[in-house]
């Protein structure tokens, strides 16, 4: 569900005694997600190919960042749809799908890694 080579190029930016990157990425992006499924519901709903495509690119970058791939190919594909004209609501549908086992598997992920740590 999360790229693990994403996971181990963030842990090299840990530094002693710092906050844990990865940590404080997977919280950036648990806060931030939510608004941007929601700007590409909106967009979908509303007709609006160009906000869909400017709210999927947004996603996909930050899905990139914590190595959600599922989420990144689903918005890559919106993204593409929409640059076209197109809006598919079958993509929206399974970006639901895709978000919500990521946000599960981003929530354990944390807890393993406080656990470890310690925190």
Do not use: Y
């Amino acid at each position: 569900m999360i790229d693990a080579e994403t996971i181990a190029a963030l842990d090299a930016l840990n530094e002693e005694g710092e906050t844990d990157v990865v940590s404080e990425v997977f919280r950036l992006f648990l806060a931030d997600a939510p608004a941007r499924v929601t700007a590409i519901r909106t967009a979908a709903a509303g007709g609006d190919t160009a906000g869909l495509r400017r709210a999927a690119h947004a996603l996909k970058g930050s899905a990139a960042n914590v190595g959600a791939q599922q989420v990144r190919d689903v918005c890559l594909a919106l993204e593409h749809g929409a640059s076209a004209g197109r809006i598919d609501a079958a993509l929206i549908t399974s970006l639901d799908a895709v978000m919500s086992a990521t946000e599960a598997a981003v929530w354990t992920m944390m807890a393993d890694r406080e656990a470890r740590s310690g925190r």
